[in-house]
């Protein structure tokens, strides 16, 4: 195929998932592996015309398809198709081999899924589940499950869960009210410094403005939230990544905060479940429910591969959005409502506690804190957290850098995850760590 003979706006289809500039990228490529070498591409202006689209996406396809080394680009001169040995070579990008010892944050015991009794739930949602439950879908999820999960709350994390919306997780959950926020006219958001860099992305991405809010031993400086912030997104009963639980002092100054300024908090109950030193301490929303939106999910109880998780709304709030498969809420109403939840979440208690001493004891005489709950703790160093993290890495050992986590670097620290590692693991992936830590 010449260049001269290609039409390409008639070649190039943009369709399949991802942004406009990741369609057009693949589209390309489809066509360029056809050209001969030094063929020159159209110019960004007169593609984008063609196409009918910005001329942002095709610079970001082009400057895609240059680092793969389908093209080949030089300032003030056309791009041109780029073929090596007699074929077009994509650059392969190196890859990292898998580490060995994975200690990210972030994920349960997948080995201990609940295989066959999440199973047996789907099989009796296929086998007696009313035919008109396959129909449309309620966009705030279904009844049954929220109904399930309400009582689950007011059980379980002493909630006031008057309005269960079912969402993906808290991901799409605090997505969906940070746009609802947008909405109504909130331009910024506080977060945690440090706190969940994806939260912060998505509420980015909604519009808002970011404005972290440093946390100490007590939690997030109330008094520190600027002016103009009317709505905060917190981790009240495990902080992550400090792992540090709101005082009550701190949780007064806060919900007084949200009635004084006609804010919102946006409360994340991420993994609150596992507390190994007393009884998980209840929800800031079961306080003021009026004042506060909760979220929680099964991501870090079961899998993040269900994509199952929830919203508590205050009464004047709505958000949109669509809900997850019927058949998977079903099935984990029925988990839920059988016992199988909660007996799964006991075993899974009493594993993590027995894995976490372990390796507090494995680590020997380092500094660490947060090891009262959740799934990772905090390990703190004497010398640079990014230099460990490639040491750790070369010995095929993944660790994060807290400051991953920090709008502005700070103490050297790592932040290690414990829940996917095996039981057989811990003592040589300590070992290789504090090796790595010198």
Same mark, same amino acid.
């Given at each position: ?64 398809? $240059?680092?793969?080394? !389908? +093209?080949?680009?030089?300032? #003030? *001169? ?7 040995? &007699?074929? =077009? @070579? ?57 109904? $399930?999960?309400?009582? !689950? +709350?007011?059980?379980?994390? #002493? *909630? ?7 969402? &993906?997780? =808290? @991901? ?267």
């Amino acid at each position: 195929m010449a260049g001269s003979q290609t039409n390409w706006g008639v070649l190039l289809e943009l369709t399949g998932p991802g942004p406009k500039h990741e369609q057009l990228a693949r589209a390309l490529r489809k066509v360029v592996r056809g050209l001969e070498d030094g063929v020159a591409v159209p110019p960004s202006r007169q593609l984008a015309a063609d196409l009918g689209c910005s001329r942002w996406v095709v610079t970001q396809a082009y400057a895609q398809l $240059v680092a793969e080394g !389908y +093209l080949a680009g030089r300032t #003030g *001169a056309a791009t041109r198709v780029r073929r090596v040995g &007699g074929a =077009v @070579t994509a650059k392969q990008p190196v890859r990292a081999a898998a580490p060995r010892y994975d200690l990210a944050p972030g994920l349960p015991d997948l080995r201990h899924f609940p295989r066959q009794r999440w199973a047996d739930a789907v099989r009796g949602v296929l086998t007696t589940a009313p035919h008109t439950d396959f129909g449309l879908p309620d966009r705030a999820g279904h009844p049954r499950l929220r109904r $399930v999960l309400a009582d !689950y +709350l007011r059980r379980v994390r #002493g *909630a006031d869960p008057g309005d269960v919306v079912i969402c &993906g997780g =808290v @991901t799409d959950g605090v997505s969906r009210v940070c746009h609802a926020l947008r909405e109504t006219g909130v331009t910024r958001l506080a977060v945690e410094d440090p706190g969940w860099t994806r939260l912060r992305r998505v509420a980015a991405g909604a519009g808002l403005t970011v404005e972290p809010v440093p946390v100490d031993d007590e939690g997030i400086q109330v008094s520190r939230i600027p002016a103009g912030a009317r709505a905060v997104l917190v981790t009240p009963a495990h902080q992550f990544p400090t792992g540090t639980v709101l005082s009550p002092r701190r949780r007064a100054e806060l919900l007084d905060w949200a009635r004084d300024g006609d804010g919102l908090i946006l409360e994340d109950d991420y993994d609150a479940e596992f507390r190994y030193d007393r009884r998980p301490v209840g929800t800031v929303q079961g306080t003021d429910p009026a004042r506060v939106a909760l979220f929680g999910s099964v991501s870090k109880t079961l899998s993040p591969a269900l994509g199952l998780g929830w919203v508590v709304l205050p009464p004047q709030w709505t958000v949109s959005g669509h809900a997850p498969p019927v058949v998977d809420q079903l099935a984990l109403a029925g988990f839920v409502d059988s016992g199988g939840y909660d007996r799964h979440l006991r075993a899974a208690r009493l594993r993590y506690r027995t894995r976490r001493d372990r390796l507090v004891e494995a680590l020997g005489p380092a500094r660490l804190s947060g090891v009262a709950a959740g799934l990772h703790l905090v390990l703190h160093l004497d010398r640079n957290a990014a230099a460990v993290v490639r040491a750790a890495r070369e010995k095929g050992v993944k660790v994060t850098d807290l400051d991953d986590y920090r709008a502005t670097p700070g103490e050297p620290a790592l932040v290690l995850g414990y829940g996917n590692l095996a039981d057989n693991a811990v003592e040589t992936a300590a070992r290789l760590l504090r090796e790595a830590a010198g």
